[in-house]
């Protein structure tokens, strides 16, 4: 079974442009969470869509992020126009978790930096 | 305000030697997962913990959830270069966002 996938794993742009991260869950998993990680800090939550639905965005920084999950398989998380504090590396996560008991599996990241 | 202090945040043993871990809050969570993460790499989940009291093995790994479900420990028995890597311990709350503490980097010296 193919495990979360990431694209791109790296990108480097410039002040003001946009990005646009890409997620690919476990087949299968209705969950799929966004994490940022900032040099020097936890991981930290941004967004949890169950399905098509963005149950929880409480994480989301400012009205620069856009996510979406279309049609509930995979997630693009967009960054327009994107500010120097939004370097860091952010991971996907999905589950299928009936339980309740948050085992998430975790892609690679994308590892973004803002010049 | 950081909701899961893990310490030590560094380690460094040589081969051979056993090491406790610590994963410390002052809130509750349903479940604790601890996850591997290796340069380059997302985060592997290693275990979940869900139970108070609760203890679990995973080779010569030993997690422990604390009574409370409010801590959690990870002892290794006899570390191994390969156990090298980032731990994290992360809370959750039924099937949503994971808390995570910063890490403890462990480096076991052949």
């Known amino acids: 079974e193919a495990g979360v996938t990431q694209f791109p794993s790296h990108s480097v742009i410039e002040k003001g442009q946009t990005v646009t991260l890409r997620c690919d869950p476990i087949s299968g998993h209705d969950n799929l969470y966004w994490y940022r990680r900032v040099m020097g800090k936890e991981i930290k939550f941004l967004l949890h869509f169950v399905k098509e639905s963005k149950q929880d965005e409480s994480g989301m920084p400012n009205n620069r992020f856009l996510a979406e999950r279309t049609g509930g398989t995979y997630s693009t998380l967009k960054v327009q126009p994107a500010e120097l504090e939004d370097s860091g590396v952010y991971f996907c996560?999905?589950?299928?978790?009936?339980?309740?008991?948050?085992?998430?599996?975790f892609g690679p990241g994308t590892r973004l930096t803002v010049t | 305000t950081q909701l899961l202090e893990q310490s030590p945040q560094f380690l460094s043993i040589q081969e051979g030697e056993n090491l406790t871990v610590y994963c410390n809050s002052s809130?509750?969570?349903?479940?604790l997962q601890w996850y591997r993460q290796e340069p380059g790499e997302g985060p592997v989940l290693l275990v979940t913990v869900v139970t108070g009291g609760e203890v679990k093995k995973l080779k010569r790994l030993t997690f422990q959830f604390g009574d409370a479900r409010k801590d959690s420990s990870l002892h290794i028995t006899a570390a191994q270069p390969g156990d090298t890597g980032l731990y994290l311990c992360a809370g959750g709350r039924n099937n949503s966002k994971l808390t995570f503490g910063k890490g403890i980097t462990l480096s076991v010296r052949p």
């Open positions: 996560a999905s589950s299928q978790d009936p339980a309740g008991l948050s085992e998430q599996y």
């Open positions: 809130s509750v969570f349903s479940s």
